[in-house]
């Protein structure tokens, strides 16, 4: 299976099992990455995460559940502003699972997890929270743990925490979109923004955990753990571009090809600072060898390999240093010294012809069609006006909804409306794009309104309803009509569609009533 074929999958089995996250009101930390996002978007996030031996870890315990819920890593906890009744909904080592079972795989104790570098400005460092419309009002707190506290050995504890918080707010109001740089999670509609202060004098491994709490009558709060290094002021910045080898280099390359490797600036000419290809013989054909051979060539380049051996570093990150594994190069990633660069590897069959710059930029999708239909209706989108960046290359096409496990690959699809209550219902429809030529995946997304075609008697179930139904409310949802429980378990009514959205969440019984069959 090739990388587009893989980034396809990646976004689309995204949609499929969390289409109703895109309509929740629920985040994560993704700056410095929390162990659940980072996990949930590698590239081979569904198919094992063997590319990293952190996550790797986490699916042999937890599967892919853990990714799939990387923003409802939550817990309900009434009493939520006693200490005493969090830690005991959240016990010690399930810290980083926020107390559930099923991503238990958060907590294991391991020296591979993934760690971002972080270098305090001014005695504090960013810290970003994302989620697809996040929760006001609220308030976080954000710990740091404690320099004797050891994650390869023993799952975090809250005494493993230091007693002063590192950040404390409520918040009212979140910020648009996803800010700078972009989040690698997709859906992404609002953040927050703070500013951790680091304490004087501290480096070395680190556990930031944060607690990101609703202000509500459930008292949903949310959990993340981010491994981080503290590097002392002046160290130098390294941007982690993404794995160096992929498995589909190996897979498809044979003696007689040559592996082109390039890393492109910043600029908007994507100039080539890194221009290496290597021919492939029986002799180096296992990846051990050749991709040993690369990095022999960024550190001691020949001819024009690169323009200066410094902005690059490939290996694994071990503190500031980055150190190559010589035995499995699928272990190893690529760093650079600037933001905004990009790396590219392709094969060129039978060492051919270079086939000259790729353009770093994701291809743009482009979704034309009707914004309205009724509900049983079939409609049609057109996606053929998509633009990709490098015309050589052939787009690849994946339609996903909000409202259909149905999938398309053409660049136009029939999608039919799903049944509506007795008011018109949103939903949306993506279009993910695929370039072959530098691995990019770009997405566009359409709003559908469905509007009734035969009156359902009661309204149609809203997740995350503001204000949020009460006792007694009655709704329809995909053909049978509920009613709210009395309290406290109205309380739920309003919450977390994947585990109340009445007759399909996972606990759906405990906030809502059936009252007839249609």
């Known amino acids: 299976m090739n990388n587009y074929t893989k980034l396809i999958i990646k976004w689309t089995l995204a949609a499929t099992c969390l289409a109703p996250a895109l309509g929740w009101t629920h985040g994560a930390v993704d700056i410095p990455i929390s162990r659940q996002v980072h996990c949930y978007t590698l590239p081979d996030f569904w198919s094992g995460s063997n590319s990293d031996p952190g996550c790797k870890a986490v699916d042999a315990v937890s599967g892919t559940y853990p990714g799939q819920q990387w923003p409802e890593v939550a817990q309900l906890i009434k009493n939520y502003d006693t200490q005493s009744e969090v830690e005991k909904a959240v016990p010690d080592g399930t810290l980083c699972s926020g107390g559930d079972p099923k991503k238990d795989g958060l907590n294991i104790p391991q020296a591979t997890w993934y760690r971002t570098t972080v270098t305090p400005k001014n005695g504090t460092i960013q810290v970003r929270l994302v989620g697809t419309a996040p929760h006001v009002p609220s308030f976080v707190k954000i710990y740091l743990s404690k320099p004797d506290y050891n994650p390869a050995t023993t799952k975090l504890k809250w005494s493993d925490l230091e007693p002063k918080l590192v950040y404390e707010e409520r918040m009212d109001k979140a910020l648009p979109g996803s800010g700078t740089p972009p989040s690698k999670v997709p859906g992404i509609s609002g953040h927050f923004v703070f500013d951790a202060k680091i304490p004087a004098g501290r480096s070395g491994n680190a556990v930031l955990f944060t607690r990101w709490q609703r ?3 459930a008292g949903e709060g949310f959990y993340n ?15 982690d571009l993404g794995q160096f080898i992929a498995p589909d280099i190996v897979e498809h390359l044979k003696v007689g090809d040559s592996v082109h490797f390039r890393i492109l600036d910043n600029t908007p000419a994507a100039k080539e600072i890194v221009d290496i290809t290597l021919l492939i013989t029986q002799a180096n054909l296992d990846a051990k060898k050749w991709g040993m051979q690369l990095v022999e060539r960024v550190k001691n380049p020949i001819d ?7 902005i690059v570093k490939i290996g694994k990150k071990q503190g500031t240093e980055v150190v190559f594994d010589p035995d499995d190069a699928s272990l190893n990633s690529v760093y650079v010294t600037e933001e905004g660069y990009t790396k590219a590897m392709s094969i060129i069959a039978g060492g051919g012809e270079n086939p000259g710059p790729v353009n770093p ?26 633009v990709t960046y490098n015309p050589s290359e052939r787009l690849r096409f994946q339609w996903v909804s909000s409202f259909s496990e149905e999938k398309g690959t053409n660049p136009t699809h029939n999608f039919t409306a799903p049944a509506v209550g007795s008011a018109p219902q949103q939903f949306w429809v993506e279009l993910h794009v695929a370039d072959p030529a530098n691995e990019t995946v770009g997405k566009a997304r ?49 919450q977390s569609p994947a585990h109340y959205e009445p007759g399909v969440g996972s606990d759906w019984n405990d906030a809502w009533e059936i009252l007839r069959k249609k």
């Open 446 to 494: 359409q709003n559908i309104t469905v509007t009734p075609s035969g009156g359902e008697e009661n309204p149609a179930y809203q997740p995350n309803k503001e204000p949020p139904y009460k006792p007694g409310d009655q709704v329809s949802n995909k053909g049978e009509n509920y009613k709210c429980r009395t309290y406290p378990n109205s309380g739920w009514c309003s």
């Open 361 to 386: 930029n994701p291809p743009r999708a482009d979704i034309q069609g009707p914004t309205t239909v009724r509900a049983g209706q079939t409609f049609t989108l057109d996606g053929s006006h998509s």
């Open 304 to 310: 024009s390999d690169i323009t200066n051996p410094d």
């Open 225 to 239: 753990c981010s491994d981080i290094f503290i590097a002392a002021a002046g160290s130098p910045e390294l941007y």
């Open 215 to 217: 202000i509500d009558p």
